[in-house]
Nanobody, 129 residues
Framework: QLQLVESGGGLVQPGGSLRLACAAS????????IAWFRQAPGKEREGVSC??????????IYSDSVKGRFTISRDNAENTIYLQMNNLKPEDTAVYYC????????????????????WGQGAQVTVSS
C-alpha cells in the first residue's frame, strides 16, 4: 500500500529557505492529489498547497499566505514531491505534513484535510532569529 516519508525540515532564519521532500512508495496512479498541510501548536491544521494530476492535466493551488514564496514540484523518477519554501517567516513555523488522495481537484480550492487517506509523518520547520 502507499506510504509517504517526509524529510527536509529544520531550523532557519527569517528570509531563509528550506525544501521539504515527500517520498512515496506503492504509487503509480495517473489520477491523484498531493497536498501540503501545516499545524502549529494549539492551532488547527492549515492547508498550504496542493497538486493534482488528472491524466496528462495538472493543477497547482497555493494558499494566499504562501503564494509567491512556496513552490510544489515533483520528481517522477524517484516518486517524490517537494515543497520549496523561500523567504520564510516566523509565522511559517509549524509541523508540515504531506498527504495523498486518489481524487483530483475539481474546484479553485484544495480539498480539505479529511479527504486525504495517506499522510506523511510530519516535518518540523522552525523559523527564528
Amino acid at each position: 500500500q502507499l506510504q509517504l516519508v517526509e524529510s527536509g525540515g529544520g531550523l532557519v532564519q527569517p528570509g531563509g529557505s528550506l525544501r521539504l521532500a515527500c517520498a512515496a512508495s506503492g504509487f503509480s496512479s495517473p489520477y491523484y492529489t498531493i497536498a501540503w498541510f501545516r499545524q502549529a501548536p494549539g492551532k488547527e491544521r492549515e492547508g498550504v498547497s496542493c497538486f493534482s494530476l488528472n491524466g496528462a492535466r495538472t493543477r497547482t493551488i497555493y494558499s494566499d499566505s504562501v503564494k509567491g514564496r512556496f513552490t510544489i514540484s515533483r520528481d517522477n523518477a524517484e516518486n517524490t514531491i517537494y515543497l520549496q519554501m523561500n523567504n520564510l517567516k516566523p509565522e511559517d513555523t509549524a509541523v508540515y505534513y504531506c498527504a495523498y488522495d486518489r481524487s483530483v481537484v475539481a474546484s479553485p480550492q484544495c480539498p480539505g484535510s479529511t479527504l486525504y487517506k495517506y499522510w506523511g509523518q510530519g516535518a518540523q520547520v522552525t523559523v527564528s532569529s
